[in-house]
Nanobody
Framework: VQLQACGGGLVQPGGSLTLSCSSS????????LGWYRQAPGKQRELVAA???????TYGYSVKGRFTISRDNGKKTMALTMNSLKVEDTAVYYC?????????????????WGQGTLVTVSS
């Protein structure tokens, strides 16, 4: 399953950005999907995840600022990021397929997309 992520870029603190992820695989509509991020020198961390039915989970540092959504018919997923902080700077990875693990862990992720860089800086 190939996951295509896009939407990264440079944004000022307090700004907003939306990341998107898509796939042509039919399984995309029935698996859990999410976003991980990794900042330089830091461990990979869960940003947000969404089950096929729509239930969601968020990393503590992004709760209330980020929103994950999905459109199973269009096979797309989005991460809307508001009130961005410098510490949100990282490479963001679209991920999918967690099996029975909820919330997902890095080891439970079956599919990793390529990363997209988000830089929050003035």
């Amino acid at each position: 399953v190939q996951l295509q992520a896009c939407g990264g870029g440079l944004v000022q603190p307090g700004g907003s950005l939306t990341l998107s992820c898509s796939s042509s695989a039919s399984i995309f509509s029935v698996i859990g999907l999410g976003w991980y991020r990794q900042a330089p020198g830091k461990q990979r961390e869960l940003v947000a995840a969404i089950r096929s039915g729509g239930s969601t989970t968020y990393g503590y540092s992004v709760k209330g600022r980020f929103t994950i959504s999905r459109d199973n018919g269009k096979k797309t997923m989005a991460l809307t990021m508001n009130s961005l902080k410098v510490e949100d700077t990282a490479v963001y990875y679209c991920v999918g397929g967690f099996g029975n693990q909820w919330p997902p862990t890095p080891l439970s992720v079956q599919y990793w997309g390529q990363g997209t860089l988000v830089t929050v800086s003035s």
